[in-house]
């Protein structure tokens, strides 16, 4: 097995062939459940059971594929550039979805770290969940949360965001591209981001900026309310 | 040539990024820096869309893979996480839709307002003109 361990290639090729599959399936099937980056995940840990492929050795060639997610993010500028114009004619509708969003995170983990009794630690844990991985482990950290969880959590809600959005805006009956995009920015970070991209630029760029500025937001909100279980 | 620019600049900005993020003592990831960073260089016009578009797109393109390496870290944490798996979740989905619905519906009612609010200013003295379909 030494041809799968010590290669740098197969992490990517397994994430990129994964993921196809995932795109694949997708198109053949249709179901929603089936999203590309949630296959991709369990055919990923399927193969490295099957080789006996551990994480450390997988992530050792699969992290170059996370390398690039830093510039990635930084070209997040572009479809938020062309819809510029667009965003300063609605700002105060932005401004105040976005503030609302984050709000209204904050108070539901709230409610439900009490309807489950859960304890200080994982009320900490939860709170940065809706946020990018990159801003929410340092908010965790500091409101005295447990950082793996919470990685763990910021992929679940990222992921099922990614799932759910065009199936809650059918249901919430949203008319505007730009609440769309917000609502998945603000809700499930870069990867209800990587879907609002594919639903199309307005809710691409929309998303963008709710990443980053839900994300900032949520470092002022947190210390604020962390102490309130 | 292009894609030679394209990456200069691109991995540029995100050095830049991250050395915001090494020096200034706010919990802001390089990468938002570097967004915001790229934003007002088109802003001021000292960069292009052009100058860095088709590598922009590629790297936004292929995006969704970049989460799936540390997604599948979940596979060495779900021993730690079992006992409190059930719970995390319900929360994360709640609390998410939640999210999601009061993020949607408050800029829809604040758009729908607005662009009202845009109409009557443009009927202003016609008669009826307020009227909404």
Sequence with gaps: MSLVKESL?????????????????????????????????????????????????????????????????????????????????????????????????????????????????????????????????????????????????????????????????????????????????TSAHAVGTAKALELGEIEGAMSSLSVAVAGLMTVVVVPLVSGWI | MKYVKECAVILGITLVGEWLNMLLPLPVPAGVYGLFLMLILFCTGALKLEQVEATGNFLLDIMPVMFVPAAAGLMDSFEQLRPVLAPLIIICVISTLAVMAVTGKTADLMIERGERHGKEKRYKGRKGGKKKS
Aim: proline share 3%; charged share 10%; net charge positive.
């Design chain 1, 9 to 185: 290639y197969f992490g990517v090729v397994v994430s990129l062939l994964a993921y196809w599959a995932g795109l694949w399936l997708k198109q053949k099937l249709g179901w929603a459940v089936l999203n590309p980056i949630l296959v991709a995940v369990a055919l990923v840990i399927a193969a490295l059971k099957l080789l006996r492929v551990d994480y450390p050795g997988y992530y050792e060639g699969a992290k170059y594929i996370s390398y690039l997610l830093t510039p990635a993010t930084v070209c997040l500028a572009i479809p938020l550039y062309r819809q510029l114009k667009l965003l300063l004619q609605n700002l105060a509708a932005v401004a105040l979805a976005i503030t609302a969003g984050v709000i209204a995170s904050a108070l539901s983990i709230f409610v439900l770290c009490l309807a489950f009794r859960m304890e200080h630690v994982y009320y900490a844990t939860l709170l940065p969940k809706s946020i990018t991985t990159a801003i929410g482990m340092g908010v965790s950290e500091e409101a005295g949360g447990i950082v793996t969880i919470t990685v763990v959590c910021i992929i679940i809600t990222g992921i099922f965001g990614n799932i759910i959005g065009e199936r809650m805006f059918l249901l919430l009956r949203l008319k505007s591209p730009i609440s769309r995009g917000l609502a998945l920015g």
